[in-house]
């Protein structure tokens, strides 16, 4: 292995530059003063120059003919006005994709990518840097805390607003600051209403098909959900069929949809398709074929029976309670009676006298 066939090389970062061997001729040199950089070597073939820049000290490659027409620009002290320009605005300087896109982290620790303008901008004390990472997370707490999740953007486009999903499986745009002060309700299952009575219902409809469909839901006042919302024909062949007080629309909510939980995973293929019922009932689904109505009767049946037992068990509690509450009024009037009485003073047992009674 013969070592004269070896290159000299110079490194720029990752970069290798094979040198050139050529005379530099001396007006060169003069341009690069002019410059202020130094031409240390020719490099890759007769047109790239390897220069050493006056201001800071380090290497880069140029054109012979950028060095004659114009000023070659040195990434390192570009890079440094980058950092010192970034260090101005708070954030840390990463890197830059094209010339004014840089890559930065932000004081949370986030790394993102910002256009130079904002970054002077924000040197400047016009504006500040949003974390969108920490934002979404904020959001999604802040809705986690009021029992919703951020599904995504507010779908009429309002930058103030967002789409929600609720516990209760209701979707609603709600604007960002309403739900940081929780002044909303939700359209699904909205306070009022989760505390009034509600029903648990099954209601019946001859489909045009030919089928017969059950649909099952909760509503506080399922005749008129039957007439006024769900028939689309005064005349439809459509009956309810089973109702069942529930005490609250939120414990009738919770009930419903664990039902159509239950349904769809033991009678998927008695789900039918909207295509079917459209136009017919207005509803977008839980719509059943009737050959599953007895089995759909006894979960009802079950329904009703845990339904009664939760509400004897509520009325104990309930009677428990106020019983309580009218023991408690009675040791209180009992405290408050002169001590010598007959029952005078806490802890005075018969049999264990207090010392001040002795
Ligand atoms: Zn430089
Ligand atoms: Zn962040
Ligand atoms: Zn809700």
Avoid at 97 to 107: A, E, G, K, V, Y
Avoid at 236 to 257: F, M, S
Wanted: hydrophobic share 35%.
């Amino acid at each position: 292995m013969s070592f004269s066939n070896l290159q000299p090389i110079y490194t720029i970062g990752e970069e290798d530059y094979p040198i050139y061997d050529c005379d530099i001729p001396d007006h060169w040199h003069d341009w690069a003063d002019e410059k202020g950089y130094e031409i240390v070597e020719r490099v890759i073939d007769r047109n790239h120059l390897y220069l050493r820049c006056d201001a800071c000290g380090e290497h880069t490659v140029s054109k012979v003919f950028v060095l004659r027409t114009a000023t070659p620009r040195c990434p390192h002290c570009l890079n440094d006005r980058r950092r010192r320009l970034c260090d101005a605005a708070g954030v840390a300087f990463l890197g830059a994709d094209s010339s004014h896109d840089f890559w930065i982290r932000l004081p949370c620790g986030h790394e993102t990518c910002r256009q130079q303008s904002l970054l002077e901008r924000v040197a400047a004390g016009k504006t500040g840097i949003r974390c969108e990472e920490c934002l979404d997370a904020r959001l999604a707490a802040e809705a986690g805390a009021r029992g919703w999740q951020v599904m995504g953007d507010d779908p009429e486009g309002d930058h103030d607003y967002l789409l929600y999903r609720h516990g209760c499986g209701h979707k609603q745009r709600i604007a960002i600051v309403n739900m940081r002060t929780g002044r909303f309700t939700c359209g699904g299952c909205s306070d009022t209403w989760t505390r009034a009575p509600s029903h648990i219902y099954a209601m019946r409809f001859g489909l045009q098909s030919g089928r017969d469909a059950i649909k099952v839901g909760f509503s506080r006042d399922p005749w008129s959900r039957l007439r006024h919302q769900l028939m689309t024909d005064p005349q439809q062949d459509a009956e309810l069929i089973r109702v069942i007080p529930v005490t609250t629309g939120h414990d009738a909510i919770c009930r419903e949809k664990r039902l159509h939980g239950t349904l769809c995973a033991l009678f998927p293929e008695a789900v039918l398709e909207q295509a079917e019922f459209a136009g017919q009932v207005k509803v977008k689904s839980e719509l059943y074929c009737a050959s599953i109505a007895p089995e759909i009767m006894a979960l009802l049946d079950d329904v009703a029976l845990r339904v009664r037992s939760l509400a004897r068990h509520r009325a104990r509690q309930a009677r428990r309670q106020e019983r309580r509450i009218a023991r408690r009024i009675k040791n209180r009037q009992r405290r408050k009676r002169p001590a010598g009485g007959p029952q005078a003073g806490r802890g005075c047992r018969a049999g264990h006298p207090s010392p001040a009674n002795e």
